[in-house]
């Protein structure tokens, strides 16, 4: 018996594999790309060691560690000349980011499991890191490191990019130039497949300030991309949302505009697997109703969704109403409506979650739910997270999604 | 013909063409003059608020939201129109919906003439909205889950058929309705938007005095305090007299009672001259005379210049 | 700290007093430190009496002092500002901002009268009155070549920082009033041509109609113009300096920066202090951050570097045994000095090399007196 499983977020990317044989298995775990480290441990029989393997694996999988094995093979880009054997299905783990609450205040460390560095031209450059580009706040080199990166053979080998606070000290500025930027630098970055375009604490920039701009350009330039996450909802656009090969898409926002969510449900992403969409409130521009929701929740839209998240949403009671309604609780494995205002209103709909689904994973992180129904969501047969921040006051007369205070 | 949102709207504002237009996006023919839209015609988003619209083109198709609030002209809509979200909120000459009606939202806010349902259609999953439909006197026994269904208003209404179910709240404020279906058993309740529970809701010869004072929520006292009858409440809760006088129907007494967090409640009890019924209207706290109050409920504010032939 | 703190004749019997107010934990606790160490528990001359009796401090009899904050005290604050120029009762409300200026110059007046005294003092008043002084110290610190975020006076009105900030487009300050403790008044400002935001841990209230500002343990965030100017309006007068808003480093669960207390030109105890909010101070309630993962995530080299700045900062004050010094690592994890804090010792529990950092400075006295 062998179990090989996985962990990422944006902090860190590990592994834990188990490996059973008679009365002993061995565990071996590690940061991604380490050997790591191994145990072994022997029982008085074989029985018994497979009731203790079986044990650690279910405490593992409650810890959100997935399966290895990727969840499902990336279809073969079209684009010959693109497609050769290397290209790895990005595991849908992977595709994650902001688990807690507490994530959103910090940079990621981590991206597509890869680990994240800033970007510094005076130091040689790595293939085996994905690179930040990002100003500080005394100068604005984003533009030419990038362009200087693009020089190097890494480049070449690049998955992933992440791109940080762009507007130096003028928050004014728009992620146009740095998405221009990439796209003029396609031909040296053949392999890209994963880019996170806003990687902004609100220590630089608070998420509701940060000027996006269209970022369809990105999903023409890279055909081989499989995961475009973005933070931000202020200029935001996807005018042309099209991408045959495009797996995830998150959108972060502190209020979304309803053009972005049409955007999304007039999209032609026939392999979209994952769909993270911050919805936010009205204080940030969210102008968007629950209808608007509905050709995504219709199912009509992305026959391979497996993730939806529908996040930081000050509607969240109302939207918890709809989705369980939605046919798409027919093939998604995880609901996230983690991060918004959901009340026991919105719990006591979720209760009516059809079961004996593909459903798997509930996903409530920050909530404003009553102990009692926590204690009933969690008797469905779900991995349900309920937690809270240790800061939240649930009696309080104001609600506020996690980001919006 | 494939076209963009703004040149798409162009041509159907100025009637250029005949050929059929499709709309990837959003169409902005908000404030249409026109009495019809041209055939042939497929888009996302359609949204016509405001136009002069008295019917839709039978082939008409909307993938997302079809909005069509404020068209005042508006009275029958396609056989089988279907769309994600329809949007009808204060269109009044509007009677009936078409047969064979298909989406998830459905938004008649205001629609006080609406009175007819098809004999089949399927409206399911989203928020069923019936705001002050005021002659609507049933529901079709066809409507599928809902996440809400808002009835405030509806004051023809007496009973929600069997079957009909929501996985969120039922607004049943100021309809007839005197109870839930079994389909329906534990629904939470609004009313007017305020979450009140089946006591309230249902059965208000329960409520006292005494607990509508003790309620912490205004919303809900208030709600309690409608519930009970103001004057109900007001006798019950020993109001403290400001102002007696004589008018047509018999004595009107100025009562106030005063409310925790709240404006004070102050009320006119009167006798309608032609009913002999008792009557309490709600008044602004700061009201001292009975006079003065039955001229601010006419509409003066300086009760100086109303002098009534007969107050009513 | 020179010399001449510990007079070289006589070191056996140095009687150390101090000043501050008694209620206080700082007294209680820097007391239990000494007597902890074997020595006499120290008395302590309360600001209160210091304040009401000037002959008070002539009786003072001790060979040195230890200076301690005269925070948290409603009767000895309405003292010194009343000493300070200001009305003889403040009537402030307990938490209100205000009289700042005259706070600050009633306090200057008495470290003047304590240093006229001429005993020695552990830390000196000059060097304290400098440190309670933000514009005075970023120019003690520019002299001496520490890194300082850039700061300039802020203009005494709100009219003139909104023009300020037209002319400027888009940007981001903290404007921290110049004779302010801790947190209490500072503002962390950002705007663009079409918006503003102004966080700050503070409450703007009214006040007999009038506005008024009161310290608040949450952070709030303030968008409309017309609530900033009040609140500007409030806190420019008196004089604030406008400083860089230097995006600091994350960790998990937010921004940090560290306080590094010096004792004796050497870096000792620190914390991590840690917020969701611009504004890292101890005091809102914020927690202590991860020194495990900040040295994983910056090296030993990083955090050395951060340690021999806060050493070089507090090498400003020579007259000075010890100074809380906040450091803060912008995103390239660069040390830069936010604030040099006189009284910036209070850190309970925390230890360093065994001691906590209080029994650190009475070892120091009581090694000074020891070694003859």
Partial sequence: MKRNLIYMDAKSSKFWNIEQSGNTFTVTYGRTGTDGQSQIKSFADEAVATKEAAKLIKEKLGK??????????????????????????????????????????ENIGTFVGQRVVDYDADKPVKADVCYRFRSDWETNEVIPNLEAYFETDAALTATALVLGAWHGDDSEKTSAEVVATLVKGRDRLPRLAAIFMGDITSEENEMSWIKQSDLSPLLAAFPRLQL??????????????????????????????????????????????????????????????????????SGRLFPKLKYLGLRNCQLADEVAAVVVNSPLLQRLETLDLSLGVLTDEGARALLLLPLNTTLKKLNLHYNYLSADLVRQLKALPLVVDASKPSDMDVNDEWRFVAVGE | MVLAPQEAARRIRSGQGSEPIQVAGRLDLSEFPGSQLPAGLHCYELDARGAKLTSLPADLRVDGRLVLDNCLHLECLPKGLTA??????????????????????????????????????????????????????????????LSQLDLAGCVGLREIPDGLSVTSWVDVGGTGITRLPPS???APLRWRGVRVNERIAFHPEELTARETLAETNAEVRRVMMERMGYLKFAQEAQARLLDEDRDRGGTRQLLRIELQADEPLVGLACFCPSTGRQYFLRVPPKMNTCHQAAAWMAGFDDPALYHPEIET | MNGDLWPSANRSNRRLALIGNPENRRIRDFQAAVVALGGPRPPCLAYTELLSDDSALARLDADVLRLDSPGENAAVADALIALGGGPARSNLDLGEIGFLREYHRGF??????????????????????IMFDKWAGHQRFLQHGVARPPAELAPATAGTLRAQMRAQGSGRVFLKPLHGSS??????????????????????????????LINSLSVSTYTAWADIELILGLLLPPGMIREQWIPKLTLPGGAIDLRVLVIAGEARHWVIRQSRHPMTNLHLGNQRGDAAALRELIGQPKLEAAFRLAEQAAACFPDSL??????????????????????????????????????????YCHAARCAV
Avoid at chain 3, 183 to 210: D, F, M, N, Y
């Fill in chain 1, 228 to 297: 475009l996450r973005a933070r931000g909802g202020d200029g935001l656009a996807l005018t042309v949302p099209q991408h045959a090969h495009l797996r995830a898409l998150a959108l972060e926002t502190g209020g979304m505009d309803v053009s972005v969510l049409r955007s999304v449900c007039t999209s032609d992403f026939p392999n979209l697997e994952y769909l993270e969409l911050w919805l936010g409130t009205d204080q940030y521009g969210a102008n968007y109703s629950v209808a608007d929701l509905q050709p995504i929740l």
């Fill in chain 1, 64 to 105: 959100g560690y997935v399966n290895a094995a990727p969840s499902a093979p990336a279809s073969a880009p079209a684009n010959g000349a693109a497609g050769d054997a290397t290209d790895e299905p990005i595991p849908l783990v992977a595709f994650s980011s902001i688990n807690r609450r507490e994530d959103i205040g």
């Fill in chain 2, 184 to 186: 329906l058993c534990g």
């Fill in chain 3, 108 to 129: 200057c007046v008495v470290l003047d009268r304590i240093a006229q005294r001429g005993i020695p003092c552990l830390n000196a008043p000059a060097d304290i009155a």
């Fill in chain 3, 183 to 212: 947190a209490s008044g500072v503002c962390a400002l950002r705007w663009t041509p079409h918006r503003q935001q102004l966080i700050a841990p503070l409450r703007l209230q009214s006040k007999h109609g009038e506005p008024a």
């Fill in chain 3, 322 to 363: 010890y100074a809380g010094v906040d450091i803060l690592l912008d995103a390239q994890q660069r040390p830069w000095v936010g604030e040099i804090n006189a009284f910036g010792d209070l850190l309970p529990r925390l230890l360093h090399r065994g001691e906590t950092a209080y029994a650190a400075i009475a070892q």
């Fill in chain 2, 84 to 145: 994600g979200s329809i949007s009808l909120r204060n269109c009044p000459a509007l009677t009936a919906l078409p047969e064979n009606l298909d989406t998830w939202f459905l938004d008649l806010a205001g629609c006080t003439q609406f009175v007819d349902w098809p004999a089949r259609g399927n409206i399911h999953n989203g928020a069923l909205v019936l705001r002050h439909c005021v002659r609507l006197q049933a529901l079709p026994p066809w409507i599928g889950r």
